[in-house]
């Protein structure tokens, strides 16, 4: 019975999870997968105690009920992580490595990138409102972020698209993106540089 809970909820839970990762601009793979097993575990805590007293009121209430518990976890993983003190735990920083690696071309290509994908975020969700706007929103980064082709993003069940229709969102939100990001100050900034 675990097994087949695992095999229909892992796709969403997984999608859940990476959708809000990648909302806070990162993409940590181990981080995602360790967030998949924290919520796991939170359905599973006190003998699968929140699972036995849901109300299942119509078909979709326990797919909404782990995108929520899925979406908690993340939030709470985050705010945890950044309620800490400054500096809690850490070592102090070699000011003259700090200042070598940021004169690193990779180093700065990895902060332009980091950045260029917060734009990226930033422009699809202004689209939030759109129907469909978060299975949307997981398809662009399951392709762009964890490589997966159309292909395997239109097998995942929870996507409930053709090939031809996952295509068909990529292009859009590509388009999207492109035309926000080309009339975007943050882009001209850049450019001055």
Same mark, same amino acid.
């Given at each position: 019975m675990w097994? #087949?809970?695992v095999r229909r909820f892992q796709p969403l839970i997984a999608g859940i999870v990476t959708k809000w990762v990648l909302r806070r601009g990162t993409l940590n793979r181990s981080l995602i997968d360790d967030l998949v097993q924290d919520t796991y575990l939170k359905i599973c805590a006190n003998n699968f105690k929140a699972l036995r007293d849901f109300d299942f009121r119509h078909e979709n209430a326990l797919f909404g009920f782990l995108k929520v518990v899925s979406a908690?976890?993340?939030?709470?993983?985050?705010r945890?992580?950044?309620?800490?003190?400054?500096g809690s735990g850490r070592?102090? #920083?070699d000011l003259e490595q700090a200042m070598a690696s940021s004169r690193n071309p990779e180093s700065s290509y990895s902060v332009e990138r980091e950045i260029l994908m917060r734009e990226i975020a930033h422009c699809l969700e202004e689209h939030a409102s759109e129907p469909n706007f978060a299975r949307d929103y997981a398809i662009f980064w399951l392709y762009y972020r964890q490589g997966l082709t159309a292909k395997a993003i239109a097998d995942i069940p929870t996507i409930r698209l053709s090939l031809k229709g996952v295509e068909s969102t990529l292009l859009r939100l590509t388009r999207l993106v492109r035309a926000k990001l080309a009339a975007s100050p943050?882009?001209?900034?850049?450019g001055e540089r």
């Amino acid at each position: 019975m675990w097994t #087949e809970f695992v095999r229909r909820f892992q796709p969403l839970i997984a999608g859940i999870v990476t959708k809000w990762v990648l909302r806070r601009g990162t993409l940590n793979r181990s981080l995602i997968d360790d967030l998949v097993q924290d919520t796991y575990l939170k359905i599973c805590a006190n003998n699968f105690k929140a699972l036995r007293d849901f109300d299942f009121r119509h078909e979709n209430a326990l797919f909404g009920f782990l995108k929520v518990v899925s979406a908690n976890v993340v939030e709470d993983h985050f705010r945890g992580s950044f309620s800490q003190k400054r500096g809690s735990g850490r070592e102090e #920083e070699d000011l003259e490595q700090a200042m070598a690696s940021s004169r690193n071309p990779e180093s700065s290509y990895s902060v332009e990138r980091e950045i260029l994908m917060r734009e990226i975020a930033h422009c699809l969700e202004e689209h939030a409102s759109e129907p469909n706007f978060a299975r949307d929103y997981a398809i662009f980064w399951l392709y762009y972020r964890q490589g997966l082709t159309a292909k395997a993003i239109a097998d995942i069940p929870t996507i409930r698209l053709s090939l031809k229709g996952v295509e068909s969102t990529l292009l859009r939100l590509t388009r999207l993106v492109r035309a926000k990001l080309a009339a975007s100050p943050a882009k001209s900034r850049r450019g001055e540089r």
